[in-house]
């Protein structure tokens, strides 16, 4: 059945399928942007943990980013301990590898959120493949020197960004005799 309204003349399928191909559209447009938006979401989207520090020391080669997959780089970070210290666990998890390779001990820790945090350059290693380690726990003391890796999704990132300072505001202390306050607690900063 065909319509005329002020001249113009307008046919009911047509106009039913011109509303329905574009509300199907306007769907499909949707769901790709929705999609996409959400796959392509920059790393400052996720929340990033506030771990402690596996070692005391000082930080002496930071993370390098390879150029490719087998170029030179440095796929974690170095830290110098002066001596054999404990390396202790950042998070709980699975350990799926704890041994040598090429000489040098290393251990692998998988977390909950499928993260792998690589604890090397050790002098002994405290856990077994397949053990679960809770956070804190001793993994295994380190060489003098000791590495620290992380991979998400198997791509390596800068682990500096994952470890906390301990921080705490400054306070005055008397020196006449009064008595002192009580320090504020220190808490755990993390870079963003």
């Not at 942007?33 to 080669?61: M, N, Y």
């Not at 040098?104 to 679960?132: C, F, I, M, P």
């Not at 906390?164 to 505001?169: A, D, V």
Request: proline content about 7%; overall charge positive.
């Amino acid at each position: 059945m065909v319509r005329s309204f002020g001249g113009r003349t307008l046919d009911p399928t047509r106009t039913l399928y011109a509303r329905v191909s574009a509300t199907s559209l306007t769907l499909i447009v949707v769901l790709t942007l929705s999609v996409t938006l959400t796959l392509t979401q920059p790393a400052s989207a996720f929340v990033a943990p506030c771990w402690r520090p596996p070692v005391v020391g000082e930080i002496v080669d930071h993370y390098r980013a390879p150029n490719c997959p087998y170029c030179a780089g440095n796929r974690g970070i170095e830290v110098a301990t002066g001596g054999a210290v404990p390396v202790r666990a950042v998070e709980a998890g699975m350990v799926t590898f704890s041994g040598k390779v090429a000489g040098t001990v290393y251990v692998v820790v998988e977390h909950a959120n499928g993260w792998k945090v690589t604890y090397g350059r050790l002098g002994s290693s405290e856990v077994d493949r397949d053990q679960r380690v809770a956070r804190g726990a001793l993994v295994g003391t380190s060489s003098g020197h000791f590495y620290f890796g992380v991979r998400v999704n198997g791509e390596y990132r800068n682990p500096e960004l994952f470890l906390g300072k301990l921080t705490g505001r400054p306070r005055l202390i008397p020196i006449d005799g009064t008595v002192r306050r009580v320090a504020p607690t220190p808490t755990w900063i993390c870079r963003t």
